[in-house]
């Protein structure tokens, strides 16, 4: 049996409003969603896109014409929503956000009852649903009734502050310069921070959804700004969000911006020093740094496909302290297994308190190894193809847990995979070899290049 087209990508349903598609069919995507649901009440939130307050509105009429109660939270940050959800008691969640996409873009995530993305089966559920046409609909006397929910934000915080050794962070007095990046965090993480006693000098901290300011994502590229103001103000540390929060990167008081696999590591081994053994969960593309950090205390690393929600799901199966990705997205399992931008920024303030020393030095015993990431144009219809021809060619040890994972040896890989949102395939490869990590991506590229056009 051939399913219904898919709406979702790796990350919930992303489009452009008005292009892609218009407002009927997100009352119709929404309608599904109710549909699915059943029951009530359903938290609504949106990230601080242009398009982001007219889609709550169809999403929210879509969800009461099913007859559902829908109870609207506002701009948040996605896992202020998520924690919320969970916390909360609610039936389920819609967040509004195109995460860190350009501001052309939004989408709709929808998340259960445990505050963590839908899993995969259950989208395929909604898909089916609109694609047949089978959503409910509410008689006259049964619509659902929309209502404000204010407690978010606060519940949120008070979720992460909990968790954290606020005195050892006081006691510091830090000063940490947070670039909001226009987003949504820009409503959290400045409160966060002065709850625990630092001394906040905010970038681009108004909302604003054109992000004017470096954009709405991220990247070691693009926090020039924030590098810089970490040097001025003589900040003990940077970080950087992306636009709905999930997501963050950190700059030493040097200005060096650490990729995310670099942070996470150093957040799961702060965590694993406080629970030896337990086990952290990342994809197939995060750095070996992993391991090298988290087998000395006899941690367990598990991978998975890339996508967050791979992540968190594994995360509840397997009752997992941290989980990572390369791109900043770390989830802290006794919080949500979700990506959390606040909470990651409270973790590393606390393993920072921990230790006398600046934060440059407790990066500089993070291993580090020679990476590139580069991709090739490749239709969505040859993915598939290609990928079979990719391993066909890959020789030695092979992972087959997302496209085509080979390690020429100990210490060095090569990944090759379909993006899930795009017509590409993905190259990432890591080395401690320089030389080595060269002559991988020139041979594998010339395969990836040819099986593209197979
Ligand atoms: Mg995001």
Redesign the pocket.
């Known amino acids: 049996m051939v399913g219904a087209p898919r709406l979702f990508g790796t990350?919930g349903i992303r489009f452009r409003p008005g292009v892609d598609f218009g407002l009927d069919t997100v009352v119709r995507i929404a309608e599904a969603i109710g549909t699915f649901f059943a029951t009530s009440p359903i938290l609504l939130a949106h990230d601080g896109r242009l398009s982001s307050p007219t889609l709550e509105r169809a999403v929210a009429s879509g969800l009461l014409g099913v007859g559902l109660q829908v109870r609207r939270a506002g701009l948040l940050p996605?896992p202020a929503l998520q924690y919320g959800t969970h916390k909360l008691g609610y039936r389920g969640a819609v967040m509004i956000?195109a995460?860190?996409n350009p501001p052309e873009y939004n989408g709709i995530k929808v998340m259960s009852a445990d505050g963590v993305e839908i899993p995969r089966p259950e989208e395929v559920e909604i898909e089916q649903l609109y694609a047949d046409g089978a959503t409910r609909r509410a008689d006259w006397a049964h619509v659902g009734t929309v209502t404000d929910e204010n407690r978010v934000v606060e519940t949120y915080l008070d979720g992460i502050l909990d968790l954290i050794d606020r005195k050892q962070v006081r006691a510091r007095h830090f000063t940490v310069v947070l670039d909001v990046g226009n987003g949504a965090q820009a409503v959290a993480a400045p409160y966060l921070l002065e709850e625990l006693g630092c001394k906040v000098v905010t970038l681009n901290g108004q909302v604003d959804g054109n992000f004017p300011g470096r954009g709405a994502e991220p990247t070691p590229d693009n926090l020039a700004a924030l590098s810089e103001t970490v040097r001025a103000t003589g900040a003990e540390l940077g970080v950087a969000?992306?636009?709905?929060?999930?997501?963050s990167l950190f700059c030493d008081e040097k200005g060096i911006v650490h990729w995310g696999d670099r942070s996470g590591a150093l957040l799961a081994q702060h965590v694993l020093k406080r629970q030896r053994g337990a086990t952290i969960v990342t994809t197939v593309s995060t750095s070996q740094v992993v391991e090298d950090v988290a087998l000395p205390l006899g941690g367990r690393v598990v991978r998975t496909r890339v996508g967050?929600i791979e992540v968190s799901r594994r995360m509840l199966e397997l009752d997992a302290l941290f989980g990572l990705e390369e791109n900043g997205?770390c989830f802290y399992g006794p919080h949500l297994s979700v990506?959390d931008?606040a909470m990651t920024t409270a973790l590393m303030l606390e393993t920072l308190a921990t230790q006398k020393v600046p934060a440059s030095a407790r990066f500089a015993e993070i291993r580090r190894y020679h990476q590139t990431k580069t991709k090739f144009p490749c239709p969505a219809e040859r993915k598939e193809k290609a990928v079979a021809y990719i391993a066909e060619r890959a020789r030695g040890r092979v992972d087959r847990t997302d496209g085509v994972k080979l390690w020429l040896n100990d210490h060095s890989w090569i990944l090759m995979r379909p993006s899930g949102t795009e017509p590409l395939i993905r190259v990432f490869a890591e080395s401690d070899d320089p030389k080595t990590l060269e002559a991988m991506v020139r041979k594998y590229a010339h395969v990836v290049a040819e099986a593209t056009k197979k």
């Open positions: 990350n996605t956000t995460s860190h969000y992306d636009g709905d929060g999930d997501r967050s997205g990506r931008g």
